[in-house]
């Protein structure tokens, strides 16, 4: 059997022995939008739970916009123009409009990369700038939060007069869904306030997962956070597999999203009649895997579909290799699940450590399995030992000693789909 996966820019062919109980899990989404154009200014000009984009923009002279970094598939360039049509309709002028890429602890964007985020025009006649965390000047201190998190958020997003988050919204390993109050923290955080929301505090959460939102206390702290930025407007969308826009939310911060999320969980939900012995899954491709750090997704997601004790095989090109500076060292120097969780409990939080946080407390529950040809199994400490450069030595490995009626799931979209047992 020959099956498909999402891998870096081209894919993935992966050959399976036949006699084995196979299950392809694709992601669902709504179908696109007829007309994603007249959609986006339909949510603009009738927001949900606020007044028109136009009307929040009269008399104001400045806006700030939030956008995604490139590891995202945000489609800017078709949400920016409408939404700058009405801040310069309502009279804030081009050189009163500051697009900031929200990059949390990622690296900026390359001019080049600027270009594909914003669409070349845009980037071309806009003041278009990379957020940098660990810059702390730039950064302007709004106090702690109930919960005692310091919060630094960009002082150029803060100063604007109007403040606007433009996203999408996709399941998020730990947040529940991505978008919205994602784009203010961790996208314009200094890293003061993202190591504390990244700590083993709310990283050990059971609710801090992908599909969760109201029981979710990292959800509630962010939430608290955007309201201290003075989170004004959002525009998020919802993407078809094929990255179309196939749902528009725009308005207030809260209900918009929470109206994006119900869309989501409606239309996207595949659900399945029990958990699996196995499962091989992606890291979604382009761009979600051009680094191992990114690469985590796919095993955290596929957690909700595998039993106690069962295996998952990754699948990720890391074209870029492991990720920051810190979290390669972390990467490398990586221990064994119990050893790092009990070493980073109680010192002070590494930048990135709580990605591979995430990956040692799937890994107490679960045998985790290695494709990822753009790191080296030197460069991934006790996780090299279940490393493979071949592939098919890779699935041979999670496949031996699998009784026959094993149940193996294939998730080719690996973190963008959206599966739950639900029988």
Not at 28 to 34: E, K, V
Not at 170 to 193: D, N, V, Y
């Amino acid at each position: 059997m020959q099956a498909e996966f999402a891998f870096g820019k081209t894919g993935l062919s992966v050959s399976l022995p036949d006699g084995r109980d196979y299950t392809v899990i694709e992601s669902r989404s709504a179908g696109p939008l007829a007309d994603a154009d007249a959609a986006i200014a339909a949510a603009l000009d009738r927001p949900i739970g606020s007044p028109p984009l136009a009307s929040l923009a009269a008399g104001k002279r400045t806006a700030a916009i939030s956008v995604c970094d490139i590891t995202r598939p945000a489609p800017n360039s078709v949400t920016l123009p409408p939404l700058l049509e009405r801040l310069h309709a309502a009279g804030i002028p081009v050189e009163g409009v500051t697009i900031l890429i929200a990059t949390g602890l990622h690296r900026g964007a390359t001019d080049a990369e600027m270009r594909s985020i914003v669409g070349a025009e845009i980037a071309a006649r806009y003041r278009v700038v990379n957020h940098d965390a660990r810059a702390f000047a730039q950064h302007q201190p709004l106090g702690h939060t109930r919960r005692g998190t310091p919060v630094y958020i960009d002082k150029r997003f803060l100063q604007a007069d109007l403040h606007i988050t433009l996203g999408f919204i996709e399941q998020h390993l730990m947040l529940g869904f991505s978008g919205g109050r994602k784009l203010i923290a961790p996208g314009l955080a200094a890293q003061e306030t993202i190591k504390v929301i990244h700590s083993p505090r709310f990283m050990r959460e059971p609710m801090a997962t992908e599909g969760e939102m109201e029981r979710n206390p990292l959800h509630a702290e962010l939430l608290e956070i955007a309201g201290m930025a003075r989170h004004d407007f959002i525009l998020d969308v919802t993407l078809t597999q094929q990255r179309q826009i196939s749902g528009v939310f725009a308005g207030h911060p809260v209900q918009a999203h929470a109206a994006g999320v119900d869309f989501l969980r409606s239309t996207s939900l595949s659900p399945l009649s029990g958990l699996a012995d196995a499962v091989i899954t992606s890291a979604a491709g382009h761009p979600l895997d051009l680094t191992f750090y990114q690469t985590a997704k796919g095993i955290t997601a596929a957690q909700h579909v595998v039993k106690p004790g069962g295996r998952i095989l990754l699948l990720g090109a890391c074209a870029e290799g492991i990720g920051s500076p810190e979290y390669a060292a972390k990467l490398r120097a990586f221990p064994g699940n119990e050893a790092y969780l009990r070493e980073i409990g109680g010192a002070d939080v590494v930048v990135d450590q709580w990605q591979l946080e995430k990956l040692a407390l799937v890994g107490l529950v679960n045998e985790l399995f290695f494709y990822t040809p753009g790191v080296r199994a030197d460069d991934m400490g006790a996780l090299g030992r279940r490393y493979f450069l071949d592939l098919d030595a890779a699935v041979s490995r999670l496949l031996d000693g699998l009784p026959a009626a094993a149940r193996i799931l294939l998730i080719p979209d690996g973190p963008y789909t959206f599966a739950r047992v639900t029988a």
